[in-house]
């Protein structure tokens, strides 16, 4: 699938209107859009069966959770939701080695017992910000 003008393709174009960039982004944008679509089709919500106060609530692991209720593993996805961390941080704290995390196939699991050992060590700012470690 051709997405748009290459470097190359835009260096030949003779008179090139400004707005032809604005346009290939606009396209690009759509594209991943339609992408997103197609991999996660739209379900809507199931109807609730029971009062939400009777329902019991899905277990979320803060970071000072005891490890027995965590899993071992746990993915991109799950790390967010127990340590809090944003995707970025994740990513940059497992190139530098401070987060450990294994590849099974497509999948990225990081250690959770001890990306939450790294996290205690972190020292912390009052805005959260990380200022070093003890």
């Known amino acids: 699938m051709v997405r748009g003008l290459g470097d190359f393709q835009r260096a030949q174009i003779k008179r090139r209107d400004a707005r032809?960039?604005?346009?290939f982004q606009?396209?690009?944008?759509?594209?991943?859009?339609l992408q997103?679509?197609?991999?996660?089709?739209?379900?809507?919500?199931?109807?609730?069966?029971a009062p939400a106060s009777a329902a019991p609530a899905k277990p979320v692991?803060?970071?000072?959770?005891?490890?027995?209720?965590?899993?071992?593993y746990a993915t991109i996805n799950r790390w967010i939701e127990i340590s809090?961390?944003?995707?970025?941080?994740?990513y940059e704290a497992m190139k530098t080695?401070?987060?450990?995390?294994?590849?099974?196939r497509r999948r990225t699991l990081i250690d959770v017992k001890a990306g939450?050992?790294?996290?205690?060590?972190?020292?912390y700012s009052p805005s959260g910000r990380i200022l070093g470690r003890y």
């Open 26 to 33: 606009h396209l690009h944008n759509a594209l991943d859009t």
């Open 97 to 104: 080695g401070e987060l450990k995390a294994i590849k099974v």
């Open 61 to 72: 692991a803060a970071v000072g959770e005891p490890a027995g209720t965590l899993p071992e």
């Open 36 to 49: 997103d679509i197609m991999r996660r089709p739209y379900e809507p919500p199931a109807p609730p069966t």
């Open 116 to 123: 939450l050992a790294w996290m205690g060590d972190r020292v």
């Open 84 to 90: 809090g961390m944003n995707r970025t941080a994740i």
């Open 20 to 23: 032809i960039d604005l346009l």
